[in-house]
């Protein structure tokens, strides 16, 4: 993964508030809070997806390159984001016969993808193929562990079968995914089907703004205190009328909220 320092900038005691300004105006989040947020590029133009990413540093430690960008701009997307000093989440949600899943998910390791979703549709054998690819195409490129996230129910989905989330979480357990995804209203079960991999979680909204198509969002406070690790962040922050504020105020609930897990 991209080193990080512990902060983006040391504040002086006035301004050390989470997210607030350091002097010059250069804001001030612990490495913890970025590297527990990744930023979305929901977009088909890497110069815009590019300007956002550089716009949103101070707060962010990864970015999301899912279908749409990788649509338009393929490997560059990747390593543009990664000359940023991001970690990358490339977000596929690869689903085909093992084979092909492996070989496209060696190739996403070689380019330096530090996180890479594979539906988890009780196909244990894709999710294995998908785990290993990923891993064999990093140590073939001398780069750092990447890994594999199962997806589990997509936050879009508000019928989906309550007993679905454990059984395909286990089933990332048993395949040696490193993580999976799912909505914070998930993150109990995930807890006890799953306890030690990554739990990443979309769907994330500051209160009061618009759920778009999500059909089971959560606040970044709650999802952290529920126990997400990883936040998936788009259009709250990038549809916002001030992105920096927005920012801001999602970082502030994260920081709160991780120094409440840890001290619990």
Known sequence: MAEASD?????TAAEAAPGGPAAGGTPVVP???RESLALVLDTDDLVEATRLARELAPWFGVVKVGLELYSAAGPDAVETMRDLGYDVFVDLKLHDIPTTVQRAARVLGSLGATYLTLHARDDAAM????????????????????????VTVLTSDAGAPPHIMPRRAALAVETGCGGIVCAASDL????????KLLRVVPGIRLAGADTNDQARPATPGAAISAGADLLVIGRTVTHADDHAAAAAAVAA????????????
């Open 127 to 150: 999710l294995r193929a998908g785990v290993d690819g990923l891993l064999q195409g990093a140590a073939a490129a001398g780069l750092p562990q990447p890994v594999a996230l199962a």
């Open 7 to 11: 902060e983006v900038a040391s504040p």
């Open 253 to 264: 609930e994260v920081e709160v909220a991780l120094e409440a897990r840890h001290t619990s």
């Open 188 to 195: 109990h079960d995930a807890l006890l089907t799953a306890p």
């Open 31 to 33: 490495a913890t809070v």
